[in-house]
């Protein structure tokens, strides 16, 4: 399974992106039953879980972007998003996707850097 993620970029604070991440060598049912999730990574901060959509649909988001950014997928391209709003300096980071088979085999994305100037 190899995971593509896109959309990261140079933003102003109060402005908007969203990333995308391509999953390839991965069946339907497969991705359609693992879990999708983003993460980021600050420079000198551990990587944290950003946001989190479950096989059955349900989602997760961590408490600093509740209200801003939006997770959803598209079963069919086997693509995961996160469309991000009104972003925040503290919002800068590179930004990893992963996808969590029912297996518990996991795989992550390169990551896409995301800059947001105050």
């Known amino acids: 399974v190899q995971l593509q993620a896109s959309g990261g970029g140079l933003v102003q604070a109060g402005g908007t992106l969203r990333l995308s991440c391509a999953a390839s060598?991965?069946?339907?049912?497969?991705?359609?039953?693992?879990?999708l999730a983003w993460y980021r990574q600050a420079p000198g901060k551990e990587r944290e879980l950003v946001a989190v959509?479950?096989?059955?649909?349900?989602?997760n988001y961590a408490d600093s972007v509740k209200g801003r950014f939006t997770i959803s997928k598209d079963n069919a391209k086997r693509t995961v998003y996160l469309q991000m709003n009104s972003l925040r300096a503290e919002d800068t980071a590179i930004y990893y996707c992963?996808?969590?088979?029912?297996?518990?085999?996991?795989?992550w994305g390169q990551g896409t850097l995301v800059t947001v100037s105050s």
């Open positions: 959509i479950y096989s059955g649909g349900t989602t």
């Open positions: 060598g991965i069946i339907l049912s497969v991705f359609w039953s693992s879990n």
């Open positions: 992963n996808v969590q088979q029912g297996n518990g085999l996991d795989y």
